[in-house]
């Protein structure tokens, strides 16, 4: 009975790494390869170990490989990591650039240096340079401080404009203190459009210290940009950026109402002043 026990909890323990489960992994092959959507119905977490062969494994069909990466935003371990490293490499450049993308949002310390790696390959080598702004992005969200010096040896060798922008971007979230200083300038000093451009930029910074020189813009009502919608226009004014960079880098998340990336409708005037009263603005 002991045995018998013993075998059954090995059973279960196997089916939970995918490690030992070959059967559901071809299940789970098949179903990618059908480009099977209903595949990510009732996913969870625990479910991670099933799905590690992944890393090792690159589907035929683009549509099965976008199913792949939809898996990978349900679980973000080691082998996840893995699979969007190796989708840099894909022959697609939608794979490649919506790999990239994830990896500038989720990336972790230890992958500051692989992204590095892969940012000089694609300088030396015939590699699609359209992902190198989330690549660059990437490597500052990887918060790795060792990356200050790579990042400005490599801006150097990129032409695009954009992705010249991300560099910028990472190296004030590394500590590069001239793009400290621009930052500081535009934020004080800068028109409308520079303003909003730094207020971006900080939202990626994602640094508190940031937020006394971003509370005095709640009363800035200059029109910064237009966004379109269909036949609308809308006019994206400072403290509209002001309020979604607070509502972003301040932990404490005084704006009494939900905040998110402004790429529409502006806020209300009403909200404008909820958010100046929630700094002492407007009392």
């Excluded at 059967?23 to 479910?47: N, P, V, Y």
């Excluded at 190296?171 to 300038?185: C, H, P, S, T």
Aim: charged fraction near 25%.
């Amino acid at each position: 009975m002991l045995k018998v026990t013993a075998l059954l909890t090995a059973m279960l323990l196997s089916a939970g790494t995918g490690k030992g489960n070959p059967m559901e992994q071809a299940s789970i092959k098949a179903r990618i390869e059908k480009a099977d959507r209903t595949l990510m119905k009732g996913l969870d977490s625990g479910m991670a170990g099933d799905f590690a062969f992944l890393a090792g494994y690159h589907p035929a069909t683009l549509k099965s490989r976008e199913l792949v990466l939809d898996i990978v935003e349900t679980f973000f371990t080691d082998w996840s990591f893995e699979v969007l490293f190796q989708d840099l490499h894909d022959k697609d450049e939608s794979i490649q650039c919506r790999s990239a993308e994830i990896l500038s949002e989720r990336a972790r310390p230890k992958d500051g240096k692989r992204l590095l790696q892969e940012l000089e390959q694609r300088y030396t080598q015939p590699i699609s340079h359209l992902p190198n702004r989330e690549i660059v992005l990437a490597v500052g969200n990887s918060n790795d401080s060792s990356a200050m010096e790579p990042l400005l040896t490599l801006r150097k060798k990129e032409k695009d404009r954009e992705a010249l922008e991300g560099y910028d971007m990472a190296l004030a979230k590394v500590g590069y203190i001239k793009e400290i200083r621009k930052l500081e300038f535009a934020l004080e000093h800068g028109p409308a459009p520079d303003k909003a451009k730094a207020l971006t930029t900080l939202r990626y910074v994602n640094k508190p210290e940031w937020i006394p020189k971003v509370i005095p813009l709640l009363t800035n009502k200059m029109v910064a940009r237009q966004t379109s919608l269909g036949p609308a226009t809308f006019h994206i004014r400072v403290c509209d950026e002001a309020i979604a960079t607070l509502g972003t880098i301040d932990p404490a998340k005084k704006i009494p109402f939900e905040v998110s990336s402004i790429f529409g409708n502006p806020f209300s005037d009403e909200q404008v002043r909820q958010a100046q009263q929630a700094y002492g603005l407007n009392k």
